[in-house]
Every structure is written in structure tokens, then in C-alpha cells.
């Protein structure tokens, strides 16, 4: 039997372009996507860290020189040592993911573990509004740490207590020696004032042996000191929950999906009517598809802000920020889409798969693969998830991005205004 569908393509081979170009949409979203997210524990140690080293030292002990030593010159870990002011100020930007900080006592405290043991704690800081799952990859390395740092520790106290044991068993030794040679003396008939002296010289040996074997630790005292050295997680910007974390990334896709949609099924390059020039036919259109994605952005803040629960930190410039964001998504789909038809939307289609997994919404952007690394920052959906993260969670300045997603309103729009242009003799379409 034949097959109707096959002769109707024949007859029609544009579908053919159309149908190759649905083709390769799941090949391009699974590639694009796993691509970023292939082996991101695997490049752990590319994540920036900071050590900063405010340990004074003792005489005896500087503990925290060869921790950050050790932690600077570590493969599996990324860490740089520091000033306190550059390492907060690098990690509220997004250039650090984790700062440990070594306290100013800890080889005070570490080095009377023997007289008066106290728990050292190590303050770390994470950025969880700049990133959740770099929040919690960095966790689980400050746990892993913490038991090398503890084993080090508690193979050092060991060592010292050796020794006290040692020189202990030495003191006893050499008094077991007097106490024979007194015994000798005795009963060669030495004077009384010698026995005496010899006997307060020997006394004093096993007291001073007896402080030493009592500084020896016991059982129940090593338990106690299972876990000298404590690491303490402090968020300098904490989120409510993950979705909080997440929701830049979300609204940014949304916004950028909703103007692939539009300009897919509402085809802009018809005119629905006679315009006495191109500029009365441009605005007619424009302003119709800019108030229609300014309302489908509107409806989103609604749900995402009164259904979701999304509490950000900034609300009123979360929703104008929104705004702004779909007017320059529009403005850019919307030039491909006039210019190249739907040839245009398919390429938007495909820049956005792109987009998902090169702008780093779901793990920081230095655990992928170096192309990523490299397009990250010029990519709009980066733009509009930086500006998104500021007001919901992080707080500051954000005129840079304003200004950038303005130039894309702008120049897209000055690309859209040329078709109109080029196109201005068209006829209408009733």
C-alpha cells in the first residue's frame, strides 16, 4: 500500500528540513545537557577556595602554616592563601565557592591538649545564594578534611605522649640505679648525712618521673580527644531551601522558553492590516507582542512568588528585573525569528538547549568542560541568572546587568525595525 505521507513530503521537501531540524532537538538536549553535568565531583578541584591564616603560633607549635601549605599544595582541592578581606569580598562576588579560616588561637589551644584539652573549631564560609550545590559540595569536603586534620592531629599528641612515656621510664631507670647504689652505701657504713642527702636526690627523681607518667593520657582521656579539631560550615548568604537557590535558573529558562514559544506558533512577520509607513506597522506589532510577554512574565512572578512561596530578598526589583530579562529574550528571538524564519526559531531552540548547560544553573560553571567555561560569561541567560541571584538573594548593585540587558532591547529591537523596514511593501494578510 502507499503511503500518502511519504508522497505528500515528496511533493513538499521544505517539511523535510522542518522534520530533520525536530530530529536532532533530543540529540542536542541530552548531549548539550549531560555535557555539563558529565563528571562534576571529577573537577572538584578546579572549584576556587580560599585559606586564610590568622594562627599567632606559640613557641613550640605554629599549626596553621603547614595546615595552608598542605591545603594549598593539594591536588584533590583548588585553595589559595589569602587576606580575610579579599578572600569575603572574592567569595560574595561568586569567585570563591569556600574560605577556611585558621583562628588566631589554634596553636594555643592545640598545643595544651596535654594540660587542658579543648576543642579547636575551624570557621568555614560558603555562598549558598551564589550557589546551593557548591554550598554543599564544599560540606563534604570541609567533613573529609576534617578527619585528615584530626588523624594528623591525634598522630602528633601520640607522639608527644611517647615521649613524656620515654623520659619517664629513663627518670625510673636512673633512680632504680641510686636506690642499688644506696642500698651499697648502707651497708658499707657511709655517713648518715650522705644517706640522707642521696635519699632526698632520689626522692625528688621518682616525683618529678611520677609528674611525668601522670601527664601520660589515659584511655578515657584519648576518647575525649577523638576529634580535636572541629570544622564549623557558616553561610555569609543563606536560602530558604533549594528551590530558593534554584529559582534563577528556572525563571531564566522559563522567560526565554515562553518567547521561543510565542514567536513559534504567533508568526510576527504577517501584517494584519495597511500602515501609512514601516514605523506605525513595526510599533502596531511590537506593542502587541512586548505587552503579551510583559503579561506572561507578570503571571510568572505571581506563581513562582504566591503559589511557589519564592521569598526574595529584593521583590520589587525581582519582578522589574523580570520584566526587563523577557523584553531582551524576546527582542533577541524574535530578530532570528522575522529574519530566518522559522529556520530562526529552531536555532533559538537549540541556542537555549545550549544555554541550560552552559550557563551553569545547576553546578558552578568551573566543574564543566572548558568550552563551557569559556562562552559562560557572554551568554544571555547568564546575564539575566547573575541579576536574578542579586535581588533574590545576594543583595547589591546590579546597574551592569540592567545595562547589558538594555543594549540587547536595544539592538535587537533596531534588528527587527530594519525588517520591518526591508519588508515594507509586503502585503497584508487579512
Known sequence: ??????????????????????????????????????????????????????????????WGKPVSKKLVASKTLHFQRMTLRRAQRELKSGQLFLVLKVPANASKKLSQLATAPRQLKVTYETNAGQ??????MGATAMQKLQAELNQTT??????????????????LTVTAKQLGQLSQ????????????????KISAGLTRGGEQLSTVRQPDQLRRLAMPVKLVQHNVVSVANNGTGMAPYFMAISLFVGCITLNIIYDARQRHGEYRNFVR??????????????????????????????????????????????????????????????????????????????????????????????????????????????????????????????????????????????????????
Open 281 to 430: 506597522a513595526w510599533l502596531d506589532k511590537m506593542g502587541f507582542l512586548w505587552g503579551f510577554v510583559l503579561l506572561a512574565a507578570y503571571a510568572m512572578w505571581l506563581s513562582v512568588r504566591y503559589v511557589i512561596g519564592l521569598r526574595p530578598l529584593e521583590p520589587g526589583r525581582t519582578y522589574l528585573l523580570s520584566l526587563l530579562i523577557v523584553l531582551a529574550f524576546f527582542s533577541l528571538v524574535t530578530f532570528f525569528r522575522l529574519w530566518f524564519g522559522l529556520t530562526g526559531a529552531w536555532l533559538m531552540l537549540m541556542f537555549m538547549l545550549f544555554q541550560i548547560g552552559a550557563s551553569g544553573g545547576t553546578y558552578p560553571i568551573e566543574l564543566t568542560n572548558p568550552f563551557y567555561r569559556a562562552v559562560h560569561p557572554y551568554l544571555p541567560m547568564t546575564v539575566a541568572m547573575t541579576g536574578l541571584r542579586h535581588t533574590i538573594s545576594l543583595g547589591g548593585s546590579i546597574t551592569g546587568i540592567i545595562w547589558v540587558l538594555v543594549g540587547m532591547v536595544g539592538l535587537f529591537s533596531a534588528g527587527t525595525l530594519a525588517y520591518f523596514y526591508a519588508h515594507r511593501k509586503d502585503p497584508a494578510v487579512v
Open 131 to 136: 550557589s546551593t550545590v557548591a554550598s554543599k
Open 154 to 171: 591525634i598522630q602528633t599528641e601520640l607522639q608527644v605522649n611517647q615521649q613524656a612515656a620515654l623520659q619517664a621510664g629513663q627518670r
Open 1 to 62: 500500500m502507499k503511503s500518502h505521507e511519504w508522497l505528500y513530503l515528496k511533493q513538499h521537501p521544505a517539511l523535510w528540513r522542518i522534520l530533520l531540524g525536530i530530529l536532532v532537538v533530543p540529540l542536542f538536549y541530552a548531549s548539550l545537557l549531560l555535557a555539563s553535568v558529565w563528571d562534576p565531583y571529577g573537577e572538584f578541584h578546579r572549584l576556587p577556595m580560599a585559606v586564610v591564616d590568622q594562627d599567632q603560633g606559640t613557641r613550640t607549635l605554629d
Open 185 to 200: 652505701a648502707s651497708m658499707a657504713g657511709l655517713p648518715a648525712t650522705q644517706i640522707a642527702a642521696a635519699t632526698q
